[in-house]
Protein backbone atom coordinates (compact mmCIF):
# COMPACT_ATOMS: atom_id res chain seq x y z
CA UNK A 1 0.00 0.00 0.00
CA UNK A 2 1.65 3.21 -0.93
CA UNK A 3 0.86 6.91 1.06
CA UNK A 4 0.20 4.77 3.89
CA UNK A 5 -1.14 7.21 6.48
CA UNK A 6 -1.38 5.16 9.62
CA UNK A 7 1.46 6.49 11.06
CA UNK A 8 4.19 9.40 10.18
CA UNK A 9 6.69 6.34 9.45
CA UNK A 10 3.93 4.21 7.46
CA UNK A 11 3.84 7.05 5.65
CA UNK A 12 7.12 7.99 5.09
CA UNK A 13 8.29 4.22 4.16
CA UNK A 14 5.30 4.02 1.47
CA UNK A 15 5.74 7.49 0.05
CA UNK A 16 4.80 7.51 -4.03
CA UNK A 17 3.86 10.44 -6.39
CA UNK A 18 1.19 9.42 -8.86
CA UNK A 19 1.15 10.72 -12.48
CA UNK A 20 -0.59 13.64 -13.12
CA UNK A 21 -2.01 12.07 -16.94
CA UNK A 22 -3.40 9.39 -14.29
CA UNK A 23 -5.26 11.75 -12.27
CA UNK A 24 -9.19 12.00 -11.47
CA UNK A 25 -11.42 13.64 -9.57
CA UNK A 26 -11.73 14.51 -6.59
CA UNK A 27 -9.04 16.80 -5.88
CA UNK A 28 -8.95 18.78 -2.80
CA UNK A 29 -12.22 20.98 -1.85
CA UNK A 30 -11.33 24.48 -0.90
CA UNK A 31 -11.24 23.65 3.36
CA UNK A 32 -8.93 20.50 2.28
CA UNK A 33 -7.29 22.59 -0.18
CA UNK A 34 -6.46 25.34 2.71
CA UNK A 35 -5.63 22.43 5.23
CA UNK A 36 -2.89 21.25 3.00
CA UNK A 37 -1.20 24.47 2.17
CA UNK A 38 -0.80 25.22 6.00
CA UNK A 39 0.57 22.13 6.31
CA UNK A 40 3.33 22.88 3.27
CA UNK A 41 4.19 26.63 5.12
CA UNK A 42 5.35 24.27 7.77
CA UNK A 43 8.84 24.15 6.70
CA UNK A 44 12.56 24.85 7.37
CA UNK A 45 13.32 28.66 6.97
CA UNK A 46 16.43 30.43 7.80
CA UNK A 47 15.75 33.58 8.43
CA UNK A 48 12.08 33.53 8.10
CA UNK A 49 11.73 35.29 5.11
CA UNK A 50 9.22 32.83 3.20
CA UNK A 51 10.87 33.20 0.11
CA UNK A 52 8.02 31.08 -1.74
CA UNK A 53 4.80 31.73 -2.87
CA UNK A 54 2.00 29.59 -4.22
CA UNK A 55 -0.24 30.18 -6.81
CA UNK A 56 -3.89 28.20 -6.96
CA UNK A 57 -4.68 27.32 -10.67
CA UNK A 58 -8.88 26.87 -10.94
CA UNK A 59 -10.68 24.65 -13.29
CA UNK A 60 -11.69 27.66 -14.93
CA UNK A 61 -8.31 28.98 -15.80
CA UNK A 62 -6.72 25.87 -17.48
CA UNK A 63 -7.59 27.04 -21.01
CA UNK A 64 -5.58 30.09 -20.60
CA UNK A 65 -2.65 28.48 -18.92
CA UNK A 66 -2.99 26.04 -21.94
CA UNK A 67 -3.03 29.14 -24.37
CA UNK A 68 -0.34 30.88 -21.60
CA UNK A 69 1.91 27.20 -22.56
CA UNK A 70 1.65 27.96 -25.98
CA UNK A 71 2.10 31.33 -27.26
CA UNK A 72 5.24 31.02 -24.42
CA UNK A 73 6.45 27.86 -27.12
CA UNK A 74 6.26 29.79 -30.27
CA UNK A 75 7.30 32.81 -28.76
CA UNK A 76 10.84 30.71 -27.41
CA UNK A 77 10.86 29.08 -30.81
CA UNK A 78 10.84 30.70 -34.29
CA UNK A 79 8.84 28.53 -36.80
CA UNK A 80 7.03 26.63 -34.38
CA UNK A 81 3.68 28.21 -35.43
CA UNK A 82 1.31 25.22 -36.46
CA UNK A 83 3.32 22.12 -34.90
CA UNK A 84 0.93 20.14 -32.65
CA UNK A 85 1.01 21.67 -29.19
CA UNK A 86 -1.75 18.84 -27.86
CA UNK A 87 0.93 17.84 -25.25
CA UNK A 88 1.10 21.65 -23.89
CA UNK A 89 -3.32 21.38 -23.55
CA UNK A 90 -3.09 17.77 -21.60
CA UNK A 91 0.19 19.30 -19.11
CA UNK A 92 -2.33 22.66 -18.54
CA UNK A 93 -5.70 20.14 -18.09
CA UNK A 94 -4.34 17.24 -16.32
CA UNK A 95 -5.60 16.34 -12.48
CA UNK A 96 -8.50 18.43 -10.26
CA UNK A 97 -6.24 20.51 -8.95
CA UNK A 98 -3.04 22.68 -9.94
CA UNK A 99 -0.62 24.58 -7.94
CA UNK A 100 2.66 26.62 -8.90
CA UNK A 101 5.42 26.83 -6.39
CA UNK A 102 7.36 30.26 -6.65
CA UNK A 103 11.21 30.39 -5.31
CA UNK A 104 10.95 33.80 -4.07
CA UNK A 105 14.45 34.45 -2.81
CA UNK A 106 15.10 37.55 -0.90
CA UNK A 107 17.94 39.65 -2.49
CA UNK A 108 19.12 41.63 0.09
CA UNK A 109 18.61 39.07 3.17
CA UNK A 110 21.93 37.87 4.76
CA UNK A 111 20.71 34.20 3.78
CA UNK A 112 22.14 32.34 0.84
CA UNK A 113 19.97 32.40 -1.92
CA UNK A 114 20.70 28.74 -2.13
CA UNK A 115 19.39 28.33 1.34
CA UNK A 116 16.30 30.46 0.55
CA UNK A 117 16.07 27.98 -2.79
CA UNK A 118 15.95 24.96 -0.64
CA UNK A 119 13.47 26.37 1.73
CA UNK A 120 11.26 26.46 -1.07
CA UNK A 121 12.03 22.86 -2.15
CA UNK A 122 11.27 21.70 1.42
CA UNK A 123 8.17 23.41 0.54
CA UNK A 124 7.17 21.48 -2.45
CA UNK A 125 8.21 18.53 -0.33
CA UNK A 126 5.94 19.31 2.55
CA UNK A 127 2.99 19.83 0.51
CA UNK A 128 3.18 16.39 -1.50
CA UNK A 129 3.21 14.80 2.25
CA UNK A 130 0.59 17.27 2.82
CA UNK A 131 -1.68 15.96 -0.13
CA UNK A 132 -0.91 12.31 0.82
CA UNK A 133 -2.07 13.07 4.67
CA UNK A 134 -5.20 14.30 2.86
CA UNK A 135 -6.13 10.83 1.06
CA UNK A 136 -5.15 12.56 -2.31
CA UNK A 137 -2.07 11.93 -4.77
CA UNK A 138 0.42 14.51 -5.87
CA UNK A 139 3.10 15.00 -8.47
CA UNK A 140 5.91 17.40 -8.66
CA UNK A 141 6.48 18.58 -12.53
CA UNK A 142 9.04 20.40 -14.10
CA UNK A 143 9.84 20.00 -17.39
CA UNK A 144 10.41 22.94 -20.06
CA UNK A 145 7.21 25.24 -18.72
CA UNK A 146 8.88 25.43 -15.16
CA UNK A 147 11.63 27.23 -16.75
CA UNK A 148 10.26 29.46 -19.21
CA UNK A 149 10.19 33.10 -18.41
CA UNK A 150 7.55 34.30 -19.85
CA UNK A 151 5.46 31.44 -18.39
CA UNK A 152 7.09 32.51 -15.22
CA UNK A 153 6.29 36.09 -15.34
CA UNK A 154 2.50 35.18 -16.06
CA UNK A 155 2.48 33.89 -12.37
CA UNK A 156 3.86 36.85 -10.77
CA UNK A 157 7.34 35.85 -10.65
CA UNK A 158 9.70 38.94 -10.57
CA UNK A 159 13.66 39.16 -11.10
CA UNK A 160 15.36 36.17 -9.53
CA UNK A 161 12.53 34.27 -9.19
CA UNK A 162 11.60 30.97 -10.84
CA UNK A 163 9.08 27.96 -10.63
CA UNK A 164 10.06 25.19 -8.31
CA UNK A 165 7.25 23.24 -10.18
CA UNK A 166 3.84 22.50 -10.89
CA UNK A 167 1.82 20.43 -8.30
CA UNK A 168 -0.78 18.51 -9.80
CA UNK A 169 -2.78 16.66 -7.27
CA UNK A 170 -5.70 14.47 -7.55
CA UNK A 171 -7.14 10.62 -6.86
CA UNK A 172 -5.37 8.08 -8.78
CA UNK A 173 -7.29 6.35 -11.60
CA UNK A 174 -5.61 2.97 -11.32
CA UNK A 175 -3.16 1.45 -8.84
CA UNK A 176 0.15 3.80 -8.17
CA UNK A 177 3.48 1.20 -8.67
CA UNK A 178 6.81 1.32 -7.23
CA UNK A 179 9.97 2.80 -9.16
CA UNK A 180 13.37 2.32 -8.99
CA UNK A 181 14.93 3.96 -5.75
CA UNK A 182 18.36 4.08 -5.03
CA UNK A 183 20.47 1.84 -3.26
CA UNK A 184 21.35 2.88 0.26
CA UNK A 185 25.27 2.00 -0.04
CA UNK A 186 25.24 3.94 -3.20
CA UNK A 187 23.94 6.95 -1.57
CA UNK A 188 25.25 6.79 2.01
CA UNK A 189 28.67 6.60 3.08
CA UNK A 190 30.55 7.26 6.41
CA UNK A 191 33.10 10.17 6.71
CA UNK A 192 36.43 8.31 6.79
CA UNK A 193 39.35 11.01 7.67
Avoid: C
Amino acid sequence: MFNDTSSLLAHLSTRRSGKARDMVAPGPDAAQLRAILSLALRTPDHGKLAPWRIVTVADSQRDAFAALLKRAWIDERPGAEGMDLSALDQFAHQAPTLLVLLSTPVADSKIPRWEQQMSAGAVGMNLLHAAHAHGFVGSWLTGWAAYSPPVAAAFGAREGDTIVGYFFLGTPAKPLDERPRPEYGDIVREWDI
